[in-house]
């Protein structure tokens, strides 16, 4: 992997590479949104793409036919409606047969529930239609077991619709002249999804009145309703635990989600999650259940939420257990597993989890689970750790060899890296950060200015580095002027104004210290130089022997009413040969 190369995604246009992480996110949501615009265009105007010219065909790349076959009010047409997720059509042919005195079968009655729960009573969009994973009756191979990669990518992203206070779906669930579990099931998951758990869980008291018995889907549902449903710790653990009762007395075998809905219920009972959460983990393992990525997120996210970090023993079995796998999604909070352990990591300031986190990551195809977004936080996180523990040696080669291909360093990476660097005493390397940070889009960002030029004048190097800074001081002095109207120039403080004269200063820059609105830039502003601003000037005056500028300066801190203007008049009597007139 060429370390200097940008993501992969953004290879078919260079012109498009991005220089930050805000370029980064816009050009690859650019390229989703060119992609489903695309499929939009498709969907809605099949008749513009009748041609087939690609040969062999290939039917799934072609657009698919949305367009009703069936005419009249029937059944049958109901039921094609419903397939192409038509969901004011399929209510309002519902309405008319029911009107109609026409019966309408209890399966077709359940599909159209299914569809309603599914898209809160509203129009599908494209994005919805893609995340469509947990409302469908399930099967052996489930879409709960399966999570499809989309839904997996865009789970935590997307939104969905409250639940309306006497929706179509519980008009015509209180309709319907007969019930089966699966009306009812499909009517709780629905709460659940759209926020309703009370309702969800009224619903469930019903399925018992009448019953029925719920599956593994509405189960797991419930589970994941329990922290809105009670507010104590130990009554959340109660309420979980009945519904674990209930499903052995129904006979429902939990899957994968099951604990991982009631882990993530654990997250959210305090300690009474750390004291129970790992005898869940004995009853997956007593059923030959394989922990998914998100199982080892809640289990961490319960034990490591205190402010005092407990010891790193339960992360590092974690990571015994995640170094031998490579994981395919599970569970819509698969994704989250890296970026939050390497945020832990942080906390505890554990280099070498750190290290054993990224090589975990890399193994197989751990590494899909990072979109662009994650893995620009994960890399992130783990750099600044970097920059804390490590020799700097390290934290260079880390740098080099995922900049930009891995990730794009954000302002906090720049100062950790800056801090790394002058705790290594290597400031010597501050100009070719400086090419960085205009490379990234950060040389207007006022407090890293302030930073850079603080650091790079705080002490003296050699002559060569001395000219370097100047350099990068003459950059930033021309941030702060006017370069035409589109942007504006920003505004001096008195610190940045002191460090680049300063820094001009060493370099021998005299005439660039004082005019080009330096020295003289103090009046304007209103901001008082210090006595090493002044001093550092006046030296320079010396080595370059500028009388005018040593007797300007000694004008300006009289002018100012400097405690130092004596200080500085008496050097510059003693160190300068002055003219009667200059005297």
């Given at each position: 992997?060429?370390?200097?190369?940008?993501?992969?995604?953004?290879?078919?246009?260079?012109?498009?590479?991005?220089?930050?992480?805000?370029?980064?996110?816009?050009?690859?949501?650019?390229?989703?949104?060119?992609?489903?615009?695309?499929?939009?265009?498709?969907?809605?105007?099949?008749?513009?793409?009748?041609?087939?010219?690609?040969?062999?065909?290939?039917?799934?790349?072609?657009?698919?036919?949305?367009?009703?076959?069936?005419?009249?009010?029937?059944?049958?047409?109901?039921?094609?409606?419903?397939?192409?997720?038509?969901?004011?059509?399929?209510?309002?042919?519902?309405?008319?047969?029911?009107?109609?005195?026409?019966?309408?079968?209890?399966?077709?009655?359940?599909?159209?529930?299914?569809?309603?729960?599914?898209?809160g009573d509203e129009e599908p969009t494209s994005e919805k239609e893609e995340e469509k994973e947990d409302l469908e009756e399930p099967g052996v191979n489930s879409s709960?077991?399966?999570?499809?990669?989309?839904?997996?990518?865009?789970?935590?992203?997307?939104?969905?619709?409250?639940?309306?206070?006497?929706?179509?779906?519980?008009?015509?669930?209180?309709?319907?002249?007969?019930?089966?579990?699966?009306?009812?099931?499909?009517?709780?998951?629905?709460?659940?999804?759209?926020?309703?758990?009370?309702?969800?869980?009224?619903?469930?008291?019903?399925?018992?009145?009448?019953?029925?018995?719920?599956?593994?889907?509405?189960?797991?549902?419930?589970?994941?309703?329990v922290p809105y449903l009670k507010e104590k710790f130990v009554e959340r653990w109660e309420l979980a635990k009945e519904f674990l009762t209930h499903m052995a007395q129904?006979?429902?075998q939990p899957n994968l989600l099951t604990f991982n809905a009631l882990l993530k219920t654990l997250r959210r009972c305090g300690g009474v999650g750390r004291n129970m959460?790992?005898?869940?983990?004995?009853?997956?393992?007593?059923?030959?259940?394989?922990?998914?990525?998100?199982?080892?997120?809640?289990?961490?996210?319960?034990?490591?939420?205190?402010?005092?970090?407990?010891?790193?023993?339960?992360?590092?079995?974690?990571?015994?257990?995640?170094?031998?796998?490579?994981?395919?999604?599970?569970?819509?909070?698969?994704?989250?597993?890296?970026?939050?352990?390497?945020?832990?990591?942080?906390?505890?300031?554990?280099?070498?989890?750190?290290?054993?986190?990224?090589?975990?990551?890399?193994?197989?195809?751990?590494?899909?689970?990072?979109?662009?977004?994650?893995?620009?936080?994960?890399?992130?996180?783990?750099?600044?750790?970097?920059?804390?523990?490590?020799?700097?040696?390290?934290?260079?080669?880390?740098?080099?060899?995922?900049?930009?291909?891995?990730?794009?360093?954000?302002?906090?990476?720049?100062?950790?890296?800056?801090?790394?660097?002058?705790?290594?005493?290597?400031?010597?390397?501050?100009?070719?950060?400086?090419?960085?940070?205009?490379?990234?889009?950060?040389?207007?960002?006022?407090?890293?200015?302030?930073?850079?030029?603080?650091?790079?004048?705080?002490?003296?190097?050699?002559?060569?580095?001395?000219?370097?800074?100047?350099?990068?001081?003459?950059?930033?002095?021309?941030?702060?002027?006017?370069?035409?109207?589109?942007?504006?120039?920003?505004?001096?403080?008195?610190?940045?104004?002191?460090?680049?004269?300063?820094?001009?200063?060493?370099?021998?820059?005299?005439?660039?210290?004082?005019?080009?609105?330096?020295?003289?830039?103090?009046?304007?502003?209103?901001?008082?130089?210090?006595?090493?601003?002044?001093?550092?000037?006046?030296?320079?005056?010396?080595?370059?022997?500028?009388?005018?500028?040593?007797?300007?300066?000694?004008?300006?801190?009289?002018?100012?009413?400097?405690?130092?203007?004596?200080?500085?008049?008496?050097?510059?009597?003693?160190?300068?040969?002055?003219?009667?007139?200059?005297?």
């Open positions: 992997q060429d370390p200097t190369a940008a993501h992969y995604m953004f290879q078919d246009d260079p012109f498009l590479m991005p220089r930050n992480s805000a370029n980064s996110r816009l050009y690859s949501l650019s390229k989703e949104s060119g992609k489903n615009a695309a499929k939009y265009i498709i969907k809605n105007f099949p008749q513009y793409f009748d041609k087939t010219f690609a040969e062999p065909n290939v039917p799934c790349l072609m657009p698919e036919n949305l367009t009703p076959q069936t005419e009249g009010v029937s059944e049958e047409a109901l039921k094609e409606r419903i397939c192409l997720r038509r969901v004011k059509e399929s209510v309002d042919m519902f309405d008319q047969l029911v009107q109609g005195g026409t019966s309408v079968s209890l399966e077709t009655t359940n599909s159209l529930l299914d569809l309603l729960c599914f898209y709960e077991q399966k999570a499809p990669q989309t839904q997996f990518r865009r789970a935590s992203q997307s939104s969905v619709p409250r639940w309306r206070e006497n929706n179509h779906a519980e008009r015509i669930f209180k309709i319907m002249p007969e019930r089966n579990a699966h009306s009812y099931c499909t009517m709780i998951r629905g709460m659940v999804k759209h926020g309703a758990a009370s309702k969800a869980y009224d619903m469930y008291i019903d399925l018992l009145n009448d019953r029925h018995k719920a599956d593994v889907h509405t189960f797991n549902a419930l589970i994941r309703a129904q006979e429902v959460s790992l005898l869940v983990m004995k009853e997956m393992e007593a059923l030959g259940i394989e922990p998914s990525l998100a199982t080892y997120d809640h289990l961490l996210s319960i034990f490591y939420r205190v402010v005092d970090l407990p010891p790193s023993g339960i992360f590092s079995e974690v990571l015994d257990d995640v170094e031998k796998r490579s994981f395919t999604p599970q569970d819509p909070d698969d994704a989250n597993f890296f970026p939050g352990a390497m945020q832990l990591c942080c906390d505890l300031r554990d280099i070498s989890l750190a290290y054993r986190l990224n090589k975990a990551m890399e193994r197989g195809d751990n590494w899909k689970f990072l979109d662009m977004d994650r893995l620009n936080g994960y890399w992130s996180k783990f750099f600044s750790l970097l920059c804390m523990m490590e020799q700097i040696e390290v934290v260079l080669k880390w740098y080099k060899e995922t900049w930009p291909s891995l990730f794009y360093p954000s302002l906090k990476n720049i100062f950790d890296l800056l801090q790394a660097l002058d705790a290594a005493n290597q400031l010597e390397l501050i100009p070719s950060v400086w090419e960085d940070v205009k490379q990234l889009g950060f040389n207007r960002r006022q407090e890293l200015l302030e930073e850079l030029l603080s650091l790079m004048s705080r002490d003296q190097h050699p002559d060569e580095i001395q000219v370097a800074f100047a350099k990068c001081a003459e950059e930033i002095k021309a941030v702060h002027e006017p370069a035409g109207r589109e942007q504006v120039p920003l505004g001096w403080t008195g610190s940045a104004l002191g460090n680049v004269v300063i820094l001009f200063s060493r370099a021998g820059r005299t005439q660039d210290a004082w005019y080009v609105n330096m020295m003289e830039h103090f009046q304007q502003i209103n901001r008082i130089p210090t006595d090493k601003v002044m001093d550092e000037f006046l030296t320079c005056a010396k080595q370059t022997n500028c009388p005018d500028e040593a007797i300007k300066l000694v004008k300006l801190a009289a002018s100012l009413g400097l405690p130092s203007s004596q200080r500085l008049k008496s050097r510059t009597e003693e160190e300068f040969k002055l003219s009667e007139t200059q005297k």
